[in-house]
């Protein structure tokens, strides 16, 4: 390696822990708007909202599955019905 090039990967002898963590100070942390609080274990109110549509021949029966889990609240056809 030329001088000056090439040493990027060699050793120092040092050792390097990789983090998976950041810190900040206060005044830096205060200015984006970031805050800090004990964790606590409690049930979130988030969810879901949408619509579809799905559409099979009449005489077959049809399994809908979802990517994520979830409940119906409310349904507001009857089985067999057009929707």
């Given at each position: 390696a030329h001088a000056g090039h090439g040493d990027e990967f060699h050793?120092?002898?040092?050792?390097?822990?990789v983090s998976n963590s950041i810190q900040v100070d206060a005044e830096t942390a205060q200015r984006?708007?970031?805050?800090?609080?004990?964790?606590t274990r409690q049930q979130l109110a988030i969810g879901i909202k949408t619509t579809g549509q799905i559409e099979t021949l009449p005489s077959q029966k049809i399994e809908v599955n979802t990517p994520i889990p979830g409940k119906v609240v409310e349904l507001l056809v009857e089985p067999g019905a057009n929707v």
């Amino acid at each position: 390696a030329h001088a000056g090039h090439g040493d990027e990967f060699h050793s120092s002898g040092e050792t390097t822990q990789v983090s998976n963590s950041i810190q900040v100070d206060a005044e830096t942390a205060q200015r984006l708007g970031i805050k800090v609080s004990p964790v606590t274990r409690q049930q979130l109110a988030i969810g879901i909202k949408t619509t579809g549509q799905i559409e099979t021949l009449p005489s077959q029966k049809i399994e809908v599955n979802t990517p994520i889990p979830g409940k119906v609240v409310e349904l507001l056809v009857e089985p067999g019905a057009n929707v």
